[in-house]
């Protein structure tokens, strides 16, 4: 059975890798840079006059790539599609009729009988239908020709669109907005005329993807002298990558590097994917996971009560032997055989699952071998850069987070889920370069990690010694991995990026451990609160009444003193989004939640109901299978007669 259940994680975190990202990023927006005291302080009195460019090492879904038709021009799918994406590629077009094609008649052949009548086969065949042009074959190169959309230039001279999509993905505006004569032709006199970006494809190798870095980096430095390198969860292996391919004297072109959430030595949660180890019980599967998943999604829980019921109209051993089959057909088509996803495999877990899944000698696990070279000399490299060559090197990472919380609360089937100490995607010790740390809420002392050494943090739950470098390592308790929702974090980013903040002695107002906030619906610019109550308090219109504007400015001026706080209170964010929201109602230009409808009240009680009862007396059985206790009394019965007989 652990193997089925296993698949059923796969499928849902390939779902989450594929979709809710890119959901997420499309409502994503950049920060505004609010004229915080503490922060704009900080930038007067603390930057550095001379500034390096800054190369940004974008996450997954920043870089943008495709698939080239025999004119090197991005392929159209039969719908007239661009095949082209950040994330998991599916091939969409007719994407009914190829479910209908390959499902309809096993599927129902499957609920007739009760038996699996070539349904699995069918859905493993459907995944490699879907995920065709994602294909990577057995020496890790993608079956089809890949481009990879490219930026030289610096991000103040791209087209409008390219830069609503960048912010959009990495809200950096409390850097770029800072203003700096960089003398760049063109440009707007701000950091945003020394901001650029080095994309990389999701389906390649990250040591070949870094020669891309060093060309960049190379041209940047005979301009500029040096460049600053800032690593954004998946853009750490990239860096990783980087500073292993270079000669020693090229950490010379490097003034600092940052770690922004990066993944410098890999997840807990892809090793436990690759070695389909789970935390995941019958009762999780037929009755708490699933109504949990949608409220964490901010869906109505009694989704998950339906789907609790739905799963039934199968035997358990066909659902898990469906789920299973399409986790086989996305291993098979994309992952086993991608250096980039391997890369993504913590260290010290590494060789375990190579020997499992990759051949001794082969020309793939030859490329996973050099990486992981790259992995284990990373702290090596960056010791060198920084006693050698005077390269500051800091980290801001998130912590005290399960993987089974946020919108990627899927992850939480994963075994790691009760051990690791993360931001709800990496594990802490990967983002931050070493801090030791126990399950998430546990302190080091509680996970017997306490050292005579230990330098703690103030909540107890990290031992910050063990960073690599523990002076400049920054952490916000309870922020998500989508670190971009906070301001704050990206201005703490932005202050360390001018050389304003060094280490964790250098103010108060950025302090080694700070606490989280999701801010993005304040701040952003794009229809933000803030921007929508400026417009309102502005008006002259008539449209809104004294009274009306009263509301606004109580409600924006306790928004503004949240933001200007550099200590991150998420109550208080939430009050402050709340009062704004509330002030917009009185205004009339937002309406009010209704109350949930009698029948909606009764249909949610009804499911859940039916859930727990049908959990209650058939536990992990189909409608249709006999309870676990009848039929193994049956099975029991029927081996007695055989044996009498």
């Not at 791209?158 to 409390?174: A, L, R, S, T, V």
């Not at 066909?318 to 055989?337: C, H, Q």
């Not at 509301?551 to 706080?565: N, S």
């Not at 009062?579 to 499911?607: H, Q």
Request: glycine share 6%.
């Amino acid at each position: 059975m652990k193997k089925y259940l296993a698949a059923f994680l796969a499928a849902l975190m390939v779902l989450s890798v594929c979709f809710v990202p890119a959901a997420a990023a499309e409502e994503e927006s950049a920060v505004n840079l609010i004229d915080a005291k503490g922060f704009n302080d900080l930038v007067e009195m603390g930057m550095e006059e001379v500034q390096y460019p800054t190369i940004m090492l974008p996450g997954i879904n920043h870089s943008v790539y495709y698939v080239m038709d025999e004119n090197g021009d991005v392929k159209l799918n039969d719908d007239g599609a661009k095949l082209e994406t950040g994330l998991l590629l599916i091939d969409s077009s007719n994407i009914v009729g190829k479910i209908i094609k390959k499902l309809l008649a096993p599927l129902l052949g499957t609920l007739l009988t009760q038996h699996d009548l070539k349904l699995t086969q069918a859905v493993y065949d459907l995944v490699g239908d879907l995920f065709c042009y994602m294909k990577m074959n057995e020496n890790g190169e993608p079956a089809n020709p890949i481009g990879v959309y490219d930026y030289q230039d610096p991000v103040s001279l791209w087209p409008e669109d390219k830069q609503d999509w960048f912010y959009n993905m990495m809200p950096m505006q409390p850097y770029t907005s800072i203003p700096y004569e960089s003398g760049v032709e063109g440009g707007n006199g701000t950091l945003e005329d020394m901001t650029y970006l080095c994309t990389f494809p999701l389906l390649g190798n990250p040591m070949e993807s870094a020669y891309k870095l060093k060309e960049m980096v190379d041209r940047l430095a005979a301009e500029y002298g040096k460049v600053n390198l800032c690593a954004v969860s998946l853009g750490g292996t990239l860096l990783t990558a980087y500073l292993d391919i270079i000669e020693e004297e090229d950490l010379a072109k490097i003034n600092q590097v940052i770690g922004f959430v990066a993944v410098l030595d890999g997840t807990s949660v892809i090793a436990d994917f690759y070695a389909r180890e789970w935390a995941i019980t019958d009762e999780k599967m037929y009755n708490s996971f699933f109504p949990y998943l949608m409220e964490q999604l901010g869906e109505d829980a009694m989704l998950g009560y339906l789907v609790n019921i739905l799963i039934r109209i199968f035997p358990q051993d066909v659902l898990y032997n469906i789920i299973s089959s399409a986790f086989e057909g996305i291993l098979d088509t994309l992952l086993v055989n991608d250096p980039q996803f391997w890369a993504t495999v913590p260290s010290y877990r590494y060789e375990e699952l190579a020997d499992k899944y990759l051949a001794e000698g082969s020309v793939l696990r030859e490329k996973t071998d050099r990486f992981q070279e790259a992995r284990l000399n990373i702290k090596d490299h960056l010791t060198t850069a920084n006693e050698k060559y005077g390269v500051k090197v800091s980290t801001i990472s998130g912590y005290n987070m399960r993987f089974d919380e946020g919108e990627y609360a899927f992850f939480g089937l994963v075994k790691s889920v009760d051990t690791v100490n993360s931001d709800a995607i990496i594990d802490v010790t990967s983002t931050s370069l070493g801090a030791t740390a126990g399950a998430c809420h546990q302190t080091i002392e509680a996970a017997g990690l306490l050292k005579d050494d230990s330098v703690l943090t103030p909540d107890g739950l990290l031992d910050v010694s063990t960073c690599l470098f523990p002076d400049s390592a920054f952490f916000f308790k309870g922020q998500h991995h989508e670190i971009g929702r906070n301001d704050n974090a990206v201005k703490l980013a932005a202050l360390i990026m001018i050389g304003a903040v060094d280490s964790i002695t250098d103010t108060e107002l950025y302090p080694q451990v700070n606490g989280t906030r999701n801010s993005r619906r304040i701040v952003r610019p794009d229809g933000g609160y803030l921007v929508r109550a400026e417009e309102i308090l502005a008006d002259d219109t008539g449209a809104y009444t004294d009274e009306q504007k009263a509301y606004v400015q109580e409600a924006y001026d306790f928004a503004i003193d949240v933001i200007d706080d550099t200590i991150c209170d998420p109550v208080a964010t939430a009050e402050a989004e709340q009062k704004l929201f509330d002030a917009f109602v009185i205004c009339g230009t937002e309406t009010a939640d209704e109350p949930e409808s009698p029948l909606n009240a009764y249909l949610a009680k009804f499911l859940k109901h039916t859930s727990d009862r049908l959990w209650a007396t058939r536990g992990a059985s189909g409608f249709f299978e006999l309870p676990d206790i009848l039929e193994k009394a049956g099975s029991d019965l029927i081996a007695d007669i055989n044996t009498a007989c």
